[in-house]
């Protein structure tokens, strides 16, 4: 099967890239059948921000962390302490079916009952 060069637009950027015809051959040997959709600067910006697997986390509801190989960004949620009622936030997005505590209540129940608060 014989390849030529095609002029594509990036979806993203919306400029002008080349998909060669030795990309198009690396394509088809992988057994890929979609062209492209990105150019290949954004395809690296996306891949590099992206967790690797099904889409991006933000199309999966889940929250971005930083890009690139070392420390990820922490983030936190505020809410209310099902027990003291302060304010505290927590690593994980409260959903409203369990009781939430902040760092001190935790521990305290923790403390008392040598495991933690039983659901």
Known sequence: MSFVDKTLTCRDCR????????EQEF???KGFVNEPTRCPSCRQARKSSSSGGGGSREDRGA???AAGGGSRERVTYKTVCANCNQETTVPFVPRGTKPVYCSNCFDQMRSESGRGPRY
């Open 63 to 65: 929250p971005r962390q």
């Open 15 to 22: 400029v002008d890239f080349v998909f060669t015809a030795g």
């Open 27 to 29: 394509y088809a040997s």
